[in-house]
């Protein structure tokens, strides 16, 4: 099955920008989506159809994507943003596939 | 709005089967364009995708899982379910349903609605 490979942990300061990136050779076929995980929550979606906010996302939290690379970026971050992030796509078989998990923690 | 809620014994014996139900407000098991899912959560990891079922009963499984684990889909009552055999101490997890929603083409899949998660845990 694909996999999809994310840093482990990233560090912000209050009001800077961050990029969490996701590596994946599906992404070149299929596209990404990125959830946000608050400790002791269940995820949400954050970003789907590689670019797209769901309502009542923030406009700071924005994604990109090329190649076998996708981008979550959060401009202006804040401390409500510190989270775990996890990027996810599917296989050529149907299969759904996350990556590891980034670490967000905003100094 | 569509809302999702596991239920299930928290507590499962090594070699039994874990059996979880997710059951659906806001929406139909029926409808179209939706594939009902379990994910599970090891305890401080990531997430791992476990399997789902289509509105029409196609189901597709993790391969690491797939010898373990059927999931069904119970119109009657709207909702669906997971069946983990032979489960051990590895299974041990936080267990999500969710839906995955898909876009304008097959390619375009997203997780639009989460439950809380159910902690199950695998123990003698």
């Known amino acids: 099955s694909a996999e999809l490979t994310q840093d482990p942990s990233v560090s912000v300061a209050l009001g800077q920008t961050v990029r969490i990136t996701c590596h994946g050779d599906s992404l070149r076929s299929y596209y990404v989506s990125w959830y946000q995980q608050k400790s002791g929550q269940a995820p949400r979606v954050v970003i789907h159809?590689?670019?797209k906010r769901p309502s009542g996302i923030p406009d700071r939290l924005s994604g990109s994507s090329s190649g076998n690379t996708a981008s979550l970026t959060i401009t202006g971050a804040q401390a409500e943003d510190e989270a775990d992030y996890y990027c996810s796509s599917r296989d050529r078989s149907g299969n759904r596939v996350f990556g590891g998990g980034t670490k967000l923690t905003v100094l | 709005q569509v809302q999702l809620q596991e239920s299930g014994p928290g507590l499962v014996k090594p070699s039994q089967t874990l059996s979880l139900t997710c059951a659906v407000s806001g929406d139909s098991v029926s409808s179209g364009n939706y594939y009902w899912t379990w994910i599970r959560q090891h305890p401080g990891k990531g997430l791992e995708w476990i399997g789902n079922i289509f509105h029409s009963g196609t189901t597709f499984y993790n391969p690491s899982l797939k010898s373990r684990v059927t999931i069904l889909l119970d119109r009657s009552k709207n909702k669906f379910s997971l069946n983990l055999t032979s489960v051990t101490a590895a299974d041990s997890a936080r267990y999500f349903c969710a839906r995955d929603q898909t876009g304008d083409w097959v390619g375009d899949r997203w997780f639009d609605t989460w439950g809380q998660g159910t902690l199950v845990t695998v123990s003698s």
């Open positions: 159809s590689k670019t």
